[in-house]
Nanobody, 121 residues
Framework: QVQLVESGGGLVQAGGSLRLSCAASGSIFIINPMGWYRQAPGKQRELVARIYSDGTTNYADSIKGRFTISRDNDKNTVYLQMNSLKPEDTGLYYC???????????????WGQGTQVTVSS
């Protein structure tokens, strides 16, 4: 079993910055990719950004140039640096990862509990 624990959310004014962290723990042989999703009230959960262990990244168009995802492979930790935040970035941000517990095991998808990001105008 793998646990994902997020931290770093909060309340910030428009134009401000926040840094989210997500640490994966448990029985991990490999976790790849790791990423961030968000869900605003009344909307579907959407991909914000994800990163593979080789450094390949994918970003949602709405946050390109403002958010940067990074990871520490040794610590199984992923980060999301969010700059120039806008009110429409408000939502519950979830960490996500695909992981195997052994080299021969199956891939499983895991979610964190979410961390709230609120951007005031």
């Amino acid at each position: 079993q793998v646990q994902l624990v997020e931290s770093g959310g909060g309340l910030v004014q428009a134009g401000g910055s926040l840094r989210l962290s997500c640490a994966a723990s448990g029985s991990i042989f490999i976790i790849n990719p790791m990423g961030w999703y968000r869900q605003a009230p009344g909307k579907q959960r959407e991909l914000v950004a994800r990163i593979y262990s080789d450094g390949t990244t994918n970003y949602a168009d709405s946050i390109k140039g403002r958010f940067t995802i990074s990871r520490d492979n040794d610590k199984n930790t992923v980060y999301l640096q969010m700059n120039s935040l806008k009110p429409e970035d408000t939502g519950l941000y979830y960490c996500n990862g695909n992981a195997k517990s052994t080299p021969w095991g199956l891939w499983h998808n895991y979610w964190g509990q979410g961390t709230q990001v609120t951007v005031s105008s």
